[in-house]
């Protein structure tokens, strides 16, 4: 655990990788943990190297025999979903997975829940901040917490109902998000929980992480974003008034605040990321050390809603591999779902494309295939348009998301040279 202590800057750009790396190791470990419960499907050696889980059988209020402590709100949320869910009070069980987990720490922690009624048994996900007081304070999770509260609560379910109401299928439209069966969030007394369904249980899993991915499950992202942004372009017109609390400004500038840690060491990474280029690749390190020295600027740049008007959307905000989930068959993804909505914002589409195919694509993909990528999306986007009863030249003609490419793609850089040295240095 990191001290609160008076620091250098040298220190405080120590202290700030420290954290800046355990931030991130629980998040691939958290979305791990997550999709291991969530994502289902794991290969034959996988599930023989899966601890067995430490499962607590109590009563339905009775208390958790463990060195973690679970917070009462999380019972009492469980107790709600119980009732909702038609179990009997008084004659269910909860059961939590509970110890050391590898999701715990900075942004949440996650446990699966078990309510059992004779021979009925369901399982649940409860998503929580960190039991540690410490951790929550070093960290925004309360922040987080409320954005992914305000998608599964309010977002999600609006987009939903809005598709249905035009007549779009499931089959057809954007409908790709876990089940959320209860949200809560009281930044005051920093009590939150999401309680979601177990994906696992209907064979999904995630892609290796430490793999970038391939083509198939490339398209797959492509086309869902897609239809994700056609739904907030076209709501946006359709119900303008509706949309406006969609217009969640992105949480950069809570999360990152000037000169704090976290921009010390993204500076860091940017310079160490510069070394790693030939002394003749001139025309690359002028262009990263113009980002270096720039940094901060091009983050508010990239974020800022006015400049990508008319053609900004509610954004998924972390789309990297471990935040997907895909369903197989025959071996072939055909399905995926799209977790994590902690930093939902209102930017340009081109955030969420430009984080997915730098973070998640090699060069060579990107080299055979990021034109075609990029069709795909603006293919998907431009059918749900239509459905939804709109013309794709007129809401987001194909020249403007070049144009926003062009002027916002670098984004993907930027979160490139944050995230794949965390990758490359994780112990597994």
């Not at 001290?3 to 629980?26: I, K, N, P, Y």
């Not at 509970?98 to 409860?126: I, P, Q, T, W």
């Not at 973070?359 to 239509?386: I, Q, V």
Request: proline residues 5%; aromatic residues 10%; hydrophobic residues 35%.
């Amino acid at each position: 655990m990191v001290q609160e202590t008076h620091t250098t800057a040298g220190e405080e750009t120590a202290v700030a990788a420290s954290v800046v790396s355990e931030v991130l190791e629980e998040s691939v470990s958290a979305v791990e943990e997550s999709e291991v419960h969530q994502n289902g499907h794991v290969t034959a050696e996988e599930k023989s190297a899966e601890p067995t889980p430490q499962v607590k059988s109590v009563p339905q209020t009775g208390p958790v025999e463990s060195s973690k402590v679970l917070p009462q709100y999380l019972y009492d949320a469980m107790d709600q979903v119980a009732r909702e869910q038609g179990f009997t009070e008084g004659k269910y069980k909860l059961n939590f997975d509970v110890g050391s987990n590898k999701g715990d720490g900075f942004v949440g922690e996650m446990f699966k829940a078990h309510l059992v009624e004779g021979d009925r048994r369901e399982v649940y996900l409860c998503k929580i901040p960190p039991i540690n007081e410490a951790r929550r304070k070093q960290f925004p999770s309360l922040l987080i917490f409320a954005r992914e509260t305000l998608a599964y609560s309010k977002f999600l379910p609006q987009m939903f109902a809005y598709q249905r109401e035009k007549g779009v299928s499931e089959a057809d439209g954007f409908f790709n998000a876990p089940k959320c069966y209860h949200t809560y969030c009281n930044e005051e007394t920093e009590e939150s929980i999401i309680i979601m369904e177990d994906l696992r249980l209907q064979s999904y899993r995630m892609w290796d992480k430490m793999k970038t991915v391939n083509y198939e499950h490339a398209r797959l992202v492509m086309e869902q974003l897609g239809r994700l942004h056609a739904v907030s372009l076209a709501l946006k017109r359709d119900k303008p008034e509706e949309f406006e609390h969609f217009k969640v400004p992105d949480p950069i500038h809570v999360m990152m605040p000037e000169n704090s840690p976290f921009e010390m060491i993204m500076k860091k990474m940017i310079a160490d990321a510069i070394e790693t280029l030939e002394p003749a690749d001139t025309k690359e390190r002028s262009k990263m050390q113009h980002l270096l020295e720039n940094f901060r600027q091009e983050m508010l740049r990239c974020s800022n809603s006015d400049l990508a008007e008319p053609y900004t959307v509610l954004g998924h905000g972390d789309c990297w591999v471990n935040n997907m989930m895909y369903r197989y068959k025959n071996g072939v993804p055909e399905r995926i779902v799209l977790l994590d909505w902690q930093i939902a914002r209102y930017v340009t589409p081109v955030l969420d494309l430009a984080y997915f195919i730098f973070c998640g694509t090699n060069e060579e993909f990107r080299r055979r295939h990021y034109d075609e990528m990029m069709a795909l999306y603006y293919n998907s986007l431009a059918t749900l348009l239509e459905k939804l009863g709109h013309n794709p030249q007129e809401v987001f003609p194909r020249t403007a998301l070049m144009r926003q490419l062009r002027t916002f793609g670098r984004f993907g850089v930027l979160m490139a040279v944050f995230l794949v040295p965390m990758l490359c240095t994780r112990n597994e």
